[in-house]
Every structure is written in structure tokens, then in C-alpha cells.
């Protein structure tokens, strides 16, 4: 009997089956005619629906392509320079940042040294967010994002070497910044970020001549982010930041409090843990306590912390009653964070204690504690503010949190920046782990 026999017709009514006897077929059938009872036939059963295998399943707006179904895969990877254009959007480093992004977008597709990194970042953004799927032997979008990265740093390799003497080149620049982006994302340890930032974008930018060359809208708008995302890393890694706000005019044209990286960019250097320590160490230990060097140091400490309550209050309280901008309330978060960390660097050496340096009580780390939590949780929840820039704050909180239930909510944010995009969030969360065993 092949396939296609058509005798095996189902003949029973419906009583007769559910009680597994004999039905002479027709409706009524006579045992429910017999029986008196209603006689009904059997749900015939529906033919199985056969689906093809689909490769990717794209689910945002197909406006570009209106004829193409939503499942069938677009061509060259553009699916995923369009996650990159979503993702670039919802990175507010600053505010001029956002109003240049449409700039930004155009500046990038005019550039073909760009399209793989874009490719990767957006490749990363539709696998975290799970907006495209792998079957088979099919590459995930995480394999893709990889591939894509190696090919964009053959290109740029090649660039660079190809065009003899190191000269500005606006691709280039946007590149390295690029990819220190992806490696945010990435890569955990934010050793490879760094690369990129110390040995890419600075260099590239130590290139540019802003007097003789006018900068465009765009590229002001990147250098800006770049100053941001420099201040942060200098912070975190105890280092000096590469970029002069200064040579290029950044946020000359803003008010502080409307600018993330103000505190940060504008205290890194003075506050930096190994310029004080470097001085201190310079001191024999005998002649610490009376040496007029660390007097002038506590003196400082005093009056940067002083600065530091007094652009809070400014910032916060001439607001009142209406609601704080996302990046006044950035840097607000980042305020409290600077005060935790530079109160923190008076209390290594015994020297101090002599003295009359910046100092914050319990109640006063709770209170910063508490701040940095609760705002980094409405800027994650809330708004476009890149969730990257709440790492310093957070890993300051989390150095400071005494009991459990603050290190939780510690815990809890930095797993929130995690699920936004950037791996990197996983070196502070192992690292504050880290100090809280050792305490």
C-alpha cells in the first residue's frame, strides 16, 4: 500500500470510538440509534503543516526592503548595520553626540574601511538582544561579529601600512574609535579597549591639527565621546589621560553641568592615585609628618573636595522642582563617585592623620553609596545614556558598600550594564569580589 491509498477512511462516529467497539459507519450508526444516543461523527485530523528551514529570522523594520518577506535573510549583512544604527542611537555619550547622529551614520556608510566593524558591533547587538537566529551549520551572530572584527583590523592594518607616512585620516579615526567600542562589548578584561584607545584613537588624533583644520560636526561630536569614554578609562586604570580637552574646544559650548565627562575629564589628573602616591614615596618616611609638600597636598585635597559640593548643589538644586537631565544626572552620579575616590586616596599613609585632609564619615559613604545606586538604576532604566559610563561609579560603590544589601544592589547594576551590551562589566564585578573576600 503506498502513500497515496485513500482507503483507510475513518468510519466510526464519535460514542463508538471512545468506547473502543465496532460502528456499522453512517450517521446515526445503529448502536446509537439502538442506544438512543446522539451520534456524532470524529474530528477529522488536520494535515501537518511542512515549514522550511529558515537560516535567519529578522524582526525589525523591513521599511528599506517592503517586498522581501521578514524571514528571509538579507543580503551582504546589512540586517546587522542596521542593529549598529540602533545601537549607535541609544549611546548618548553626550548631548552633541546625539544631535550629530544622523551625521554620524552618514559619515560612516561613506567610508568602506568602516563597514566591518560595524557589521561586528552589529552582529554583537542582534545576538545579545536575540533579534537573529542560527540554524544548522549556519554561523551565529556571535562567530559573525568575530569574523567580521579580524577582517576589519586587516583592512586597517593594511591602510595604515599602505599610506607610508602616518598622516590624519577621518576612516581611520573612526575605526579605532570603533573597535574600542566592540571590545567594550566583547572582551571582559578591557585590556584590548585600552590598546585600541592608548595606541588607535590618541595616536590618530595626535594627527589632527583642530587650528588648521576645521573640524566637522561629526568628528567633534566623536572626539567628544572619545574624551568621555578616555576620562573613564584613565580612572579605572589609574592612568593619565591621552586627550587634551583643551586642544580641541571640547564642551567650550555647553554649560558644565549639561556635559557626562565634566567632573571626570576636569579632576582625573589632580586626583590621579599614582601622582599623589609618587610624591609621598619622593618624602622619607621620618619627615612625612612635618614636610610642607603634603601640607600643600591636604590643602588641595580640601579644596578640590569643597568644588566637588559645591557643583553638586548647583547642579541638583537649581533644577528644582523640574527633573534632571539624563547627563546632568551622569554626571551628578559621577560627582559622588569622585568624592568617594578622592577622599579614598588620603587614607593609604599614616602621614595623613596628622593632618586636616578630605574626609567622609560612615553616614557620608552610605549616602554617596546610595545615590550612585539608585541614580545608575534610572539612567539604566530610563534613558539612552551608554550603560558603559556607570562603570567607575558602580565599581566605586561597590569598593565603599559595607553591608550585604548594598553590595547586592551592586551587583545587581552591574548585571544591568552587562545585559546592555558591554562585557566589560564582567572584570568589576569579579574584581570587587575580589576586595570583598580580601576585607
Not at 438512543?36 to 461523527?41: A, G, L, S, T
Not at 548643589?313 to 568617594?340: F, W, Y
Amino acid at each position: 500500500v503506498g502513500p497515496l491509498d485513500k482507503r483507510k477512511i475513518i468510519t466510526r462516529c464519535q460514542p463508538c470510538a471512545t468506547r473502543r467497539v465496532k460502528c456499522a459507519g453512517g450517521h446515526p450508526c445503529d448502536r446509537c440509534l439502538r442506544l438512543q444516543k446522539p451520534c456524532v461523527p470524529q474530528p477529522q485530523p488536520q494535515p501537518r503543516l511542512k515549514h522550511a528551514q529558515v537560516r535567519f529570522v529578522y524582526t525589525l523594520s523591513n521599511a528599506a526592503y517592503p517586498n522581501v518577506p521578514s524571514q528571509v535573510p538579507r543580503p551582504d549583512g546589512s540586517i546587522y548595520l542596521d542593529h549598529f544604527a540602533s545601537f549607535l542611537q541609544r549611546c548618548r555619550f553626550s548631548d552633541a553626540f546625539a544631535a550629530a547622529n544622523a551625521d554620524i551614520i552618514s559619515v560612516i556608510g561613506r567610508y568602506p574601511l568602516l563597514r566591518h566593524i560595524t557589521m561586528a558591533i552589529g552582529a554583537l547587538e542582534a545576538g545579545r538582544k536575540g533579534a537573529i537566529r542560527s540554524f544548522g551549520a549556519q554561523e551565529s551572530p556571535l562567530q559573525i561579529a568575530f569574523r567580521a572584527c579580524g577582517r576589519s583590523i586587516r583592512s586597517l592594518r593594511a591602510t595604515t601600512v599602505s599610506t607610508g607616512d602616518p598622516v590624519y585620516r577621518e576612516d581611520v579615526l573612526w575605526c579605532t574609535f570603533l573597535h574600542g567600542l566592540f571590545e567594550l562589548m566583547a572582551e571582559s578584561s578591557g585590556d584590548s579597549f585600552a590598546t585600541h584607545v592608548v595606541f588607535g584613537t590618541s595616536r590618530v588624533l595626535a594627527l589632527l591639527e583642530p587650528t588648521t583644520s576645521p573640524l566637522s560636526l561629526p568628528t567633534k561630536s566623536l572626539i567628544d565621546a572619545f574624551g568621555i569614554l578616555e576620562s573613564h578609562r584613565a580612572i579605572l586604570y589609574g592612568d593619565n589621560a591621552t586627550l587634551d580637552p583643551a586642544r580641541f574646544d571640547i564642551h567650550q559650548s555647553q554649560p558644565p553641568c549639561q556635559t557626562p565627562s565634566f567632573l571626570a575629564a576636569a579632576n582625573a589628573r589632580p586626583l590621579m592615585l599614582d601622582r599623589l602616591f609618587d610624591e609621598i614615596e619622593a618624602i622619607d618616611p621620618d619627615r612625612r609628618s612635618s614636610d610642607p609638600r603634603l601640607d600643600a597636598r591636604a590643602r588641595a585635597g580640601l579644596a578640590i573636595r569643597e568644588a566637588l559640593l559645591i557643583w553638586r548643589d548647583e547642579a541638583t538644586s537649581l533644577r528644582r522642582p523640574l527633573p534632571i537631565e539624563p547627563s546632568t544626572q551622569l554626571a551628578v552620579v559621577l560627582n559622588h563617585a569622585l568624592e568617594l575616590y578622592h577622599c579614598m586616596n588620603f587614607t593609604f599613609y599614616p602621614c595623613w592623620s596628622t593632618r586636616t585632609v578630605p574626609r567622609l564619615t560612615q553616614s557620608e559613604v552610605d549616602a554617596n553609596v546610595a545615590a550612585i545606586l539608585h541614580l545608575s538604576g534610572c539612567l539604566l532604566a530610563d534613558t539612552d545614556i551608554p550603560a558603559v559610563l556607570l562603570l567607575f561609579p558602580v565599581r566605586m560603590a561597590g569598593a565603599h558598600a559595607s553591608g550585604q544589601h548594598a553590595r547586592e544592589r551592586v551587583v545587581d547594576t552591574i548585571r544591568q550594564i552587562r545585559q546592555k551590551g558591554f562585557v566589560v562589566a564582567d572584570r568589576i564585578e569579579v574584581d570587587l569580589h575580589e576586595v570583598w573576600a580580601y576585607e
